[in-house]
């Protein structure tokens, strides 16, 4: 994973101003967690992309704006359902708005679907880069919107 991160353009240390997606997020009616911003703040603006070998391909761009702006609904339905603050992460595989929650649980919502990505963020990564290498793959599929089977 590590290698991935690289890649990716992350290093030890990193730090990016999140003062412009706090303001924006915030106008746009989002009620954020610190849990996101401190993610914001060391892995925002980059795109983590699966290893070779992870079948099918992977990747989690970090922009909660530009994945999430028009979607602070969705975060309050979230939210609601699952009784706890889910903030704007990013786009996983380039087409699912994903969320992280202020226990750091990572789900990813497509039309009538949410993926749980990860109970944190370091699952979460690690999913995206190496899939579901040696686990039960049942814990990650994807769960109706309306059922309560994901939670």
Request: charged share 20%; hydrophobic share 45%; aromatic share 10%.
């Amino acid at each position: 994973m590590l290698e991935a991160l690289g890649v990716a353009g992350w290093a030890a240390g990193r730090k990016i101003a999140t003062g412009d997606w706090t303001q924006q997020l915030t106008a746009a009616g989002f009620e954020l967690n610190d849990t996101a911003v401190g993610v914001w703040a060391e892995f925002g603006e980059l795109t983590i992309n699966n290893c070779p070998a992870r079948v099918p391909a992977s990747s989690l761009h970090i922009d909660p704006v530009d994945a999430c702006i028009d979607a602070a609904a969705e975060a309050s339905r979230l939210r609601h359902r699952y009784a706890e603050n889910y903030s704007p992460l990013g786009m996983w595989s380039i087409q699912y708005r994903s969320y992280i929650a202020t226990s750091g649980r990572v789900v990813a919502v497509g039309p009538g679907v949410l993926w749980l990505l990860g109970s944190t963020f370091a699952e979460a990564l690690a999913y995206v880069v190496d899939g579901d290498a040696g686990a039960d793959r049942t814990e990650r599929a994807p769960w109706l919107a309306g059922s309560r089977a994901g939670k």
